[in-house]
């Protein structure tokens, strides 16, 4: 390829990445399907992108260090403390249910479509991860159960690193075979992957660790600095361990996230914005070399092994793994039902897949199409089906009635309280950690961090959630709170409170109109108005009308001390008031107000 096609090709990648990202957004589907189909297309299917022939020889290095660099983000995100938080349920999942999918996986695998062992045996490890790139989406589509959605976000969580790290063992396992002459020597060399892999990788994460506890490195440098580890960790054990390296950032990042005194939020951030590059371009590269002739030699007994996966290893995952739990049968079987397999399986699969194959084993490169058969027809069945079921099973909340504050502060803590009071699901979010240790003390669900994140993408729970309250005092922050979920709940469902200054800026300093919220209470409150009514005696209170103390009657006794902030009808759908709201409340309706202490006091 001349220079000039290959600028164009680069670019092109770059286009196609971000309109197959941005129809993930729109039509809240995990971008994996819209990436390996357009890699799919432009290489197998139209022919317009041949990889090996753009890139030679850089190909597969490329892709080497992309794939660590995907791992190492993915172990950033496990934190052992939280090992203990996440439920005994979740904690089966990623321990004896991840066995049982792996045996079953492999077991099916080697007998139906005459894969030997060793080869069945890490595909089994490379497809009984989830991941939370594929989950999220899919649970915002679904919007099941809070207990089943927080199952299903904790094990995708979870099991990411835990799979990677369980796959990088069982190739290293199948090389030291390969290159010894027996049992011992194979040992032997399988020993030293684990121990130089783990050498390397602890001394990494320490080391790095140390610099950014002692501030031997200024902030900004932070990202460079663990961008220039972890492709020198990689590179450096490699050399002294052939295939070692991969083991040695998952754990490098295990060991920096759990460093005491350590803040990775940042290093977190910036590798999170990276692996979305590098997994888009990645996807389409390697879907591009997918022979799918190859795929299709596999013959029907690929929709076999899909079922087994989906109906038999899920399911006695699932039976094993919720055994004595609190969760109803139909719980456990929508819980059986959703899987899908996302980026470390095709990441890891395309990479392992050429290193086995040069190393003479037989039928290595089958991995890789047999693995993106298994993403695509997990994600594009289970997306198809996953909402009916749940309706079906009576598992599925209502249209999203909860609301996301942002803040959480006082102010944002009253009103939470309140709506939560009301039955209604809150979430509140900031990046104070005492707000958010305050929230946690009233018995307030929390996020801690910037809900515009990429992290918040990932993790942000927004099952049963559909209304955005912005409550935080940093304007420029509920503006882009604003921003970011607009399309999510649409401008009729967000809200905030008024801007004392807003009124007084001239117009190159003053919000447009599009991205302002609907003001919340009968009379315009701006959150200095909050805060200080609250801090002078008021509070937030809820009356239910009766026959005999109609809404005159409550007019009346309040007068116009009363502020009113939210109405929950005879139907339990909850409505916040604003100043344009005209309502007109009957028995059964409950009022909730704020209301100062003379008027409570009459």
Known sequence: MSEQQILLAIGGIGAAALLCQWLAWRLKLPAILFLLLTGILV?????????????????????????????????????????????????????????????????????????????????????????????????????????????????????????????????????????????????????????????????????????????????????????????????????????????????????????????????????ENLSVLLISGLFILLAARLDLNAMIGLGPLVLILLLVIQLIARPLNMLICTAGSTLTWRERALLAWIAPRGIVAAAVSAIFAIRLDEAGHEGALLLVPLTFAVIIGTVVLQSATARPLARMLNVAEPAPSGYLIIGANGPARALGKALQNLDSRVL????????????????????????????????????????????????????????RFRHEFGHQRMFGLASGQESRRSDKHRTSLEHRSNQVGSEALTYAKLASQLSQGSEIYSTTLTDGFGWDDYRALHGDRATLLFVRDVSGWVHIVTPENTINPGPGWTLVALIQPEAKAA
């Not at 075979?177 to 130089?196: D, P, Q, R, Y």
């Not at 892999?197 to 200024?218: D, N, T, V």
């Open 428 to 483: 509140l979010t900031d990046s104070s950690w005492e707000n958010i240790r305050a929230a946690r003390m009233e018995g307030l669900p929390t996020y801690f961090g910037n809900p515009a994140s990429q992290h918040a993408d990932a993790h942000l729970d927004l099952v049963g959630i559909g209304h955005l309250l912005a409550l935080s005092p940093s304007g420029e922050m509920n503006t882009l709170a604003l921003m």
């Open 43 to 271: 290489g197998p299917g139209l022919h317009l992108l041949d990889p090996q022939e753009m890139f030679g020889p850089l190909l597969m290095p490329l892709v080497s260090l992309s794939v660590a660099l995907i791992l190492f983000e993915g172990s950033l995100t496990l934190h052992l403390s939280e090992w203990r938080e996440i439920g005994s349920v979740v904690r089966r999942l990623v321990t004896i249910g991840a066995l049982v999918t792996w045996v079953v996986i492999a077991v099916a695998t080697h007998w139906l479509l005459g894969f030997d062992w060793k080869l069945a045996i890490l595909f089994g490890s490379l497809t009984l991860v989830t991941g939370p790139t594929v989950i999220v989406p899919m649970l915002r589509v679904v919007r099941p159960k809070a207990s089943i959605a927080n199952i299903l976000r904790w094990e995708g969580i979870v099991i990411d690193p835990i799979g990677a790290l369980l796959a990088v063992v069982v190739y290293s396992f199948i090389i030291a075979s390969a290159e010894g002459h027996g049992v011992k020597e194979s040992l032997l060399t399988f020993g030293g992957v684990i121990l130089c892999g783990s050498l390397f990788g602890i001394a990494g994460g320490w080391l790095l660790g140390i610099l950014i506890r002692r501030q031997w490195l200024p902030e900004y440098l932070h990202n460079l600095a663990a961008l220039a580890a972890v492709l020198g960790i990689f590179i450096a054990s490699n050399e002294v361990t052939h295939e070692s390296g991969l083991l040695a950032v998952t754990l490098m990042g295990m060991w920096l996230a759990n460093m005491k005194g350590v803040d990775v939020r940042h290093i977190l951030h910036f590798k």
